[in-house]
């Protein structure tokens, strides 16, 4: 969002000071970054790029650095060359916070706020509690097909979140999950076969420690907020 606004400007300030004429590119750039796996590391990417034939960039370059946002080859600061500096910061899950008010993300708020108002009401029976949470279900499964779809997020992360929000929302409306890779926990206020078939109806495998993905998932989401917030 940030590239896109800093990109309009900069077009609306070309356009309104220099002649069509006059609007020449001087670094041009396509690239593919393959964020999917460890191929992408943290530190600085510079792009070079000229127009000028008595300054040809050379083969290969060498002693390249950046210091304080300047780029120097060797002792001597970059000035005959045009130049963009990428500062890559890496971390292993973009989060929720980073949606931009995606359509899915509303729509998991709205399965919060359902769980959480079951949560606060210690008079709810078992009926409100079951309406609930087919609700919650229904707002889920929406989000999960509008939430793979976004180009943003990497499946292994979408169905983190997914489960992350089902395991949450379940216990505030039931107080626990019906059971934990094993037999069903003594007292629940469900059967295992229902569990089991809204895990199926999720694409979550039925043998997965659910508890222990959504620990490490939201340890990972820690790492992430920590990291950016020291950008």
């Not at 926990?185 to 569990?195: F, H, K, L």
């Amino acid at each position: 969002m940030v590239a896109r606004t800093i990109s309009g400007l900069s077009q609306k300030i070309l356009s309104t000071f220099m002649e069509p004429e006059e609007r020449k590119p001087i670094l041009q750039f396509r690239g593919d970054f393959n964020i999917a796996t460890d191929e992408l590391r943290e530190g600085y990417y510079v792009i070079l790029g000229t127009r000028d034939k008595n300054h040809p960039i050379p083969r290969p370059i060498t002693n390249l650095r950046v210091q304080d946002g300047e780029v120097f080859m060797g002792d001597r600061p970059v000035i005959q060359w045009s130049y963009v500096v990428l500062e890559v910061r890496c971390h292993k899950v973009r989060t929720r916070d980073l949606h931009d008010s995606a359509d899915w993300d509303l729509r998991l708020r709205d399965m919060e706020a359902e769980a959480q108002g079951i949560a606060g009401d210690p008079l709810s029976d078992e009926e409100q509690k079951r309406q609930a949470w087919e609700k919650c279900k229904g707002l889920l499964k929406e989000a999960q097909v509008l939430l793979r779809a976004d180009p943003n997020y990497l499946r292994n992360e979408s169905d983190n979140i997914i489960k992350q929000i089902y395991h949450d929302c379940y216990i505030k409306i039931y107080g626990h999950l019906p059971r934990s890779r094993g037999p069903i926990v003594i007292g629940t206020m469900r059967g295992d076969a229902q569990y089991s078939a809204d895990l199926l109806a999720l694409d979550i495998s039925g043998d997965e420690d659910l508890a222990a993905t959504v620990a490490s998932y939201a340890a990972q989401v820690t790492e992430a907020r920590r990291i950016m917030r020291s950008e």
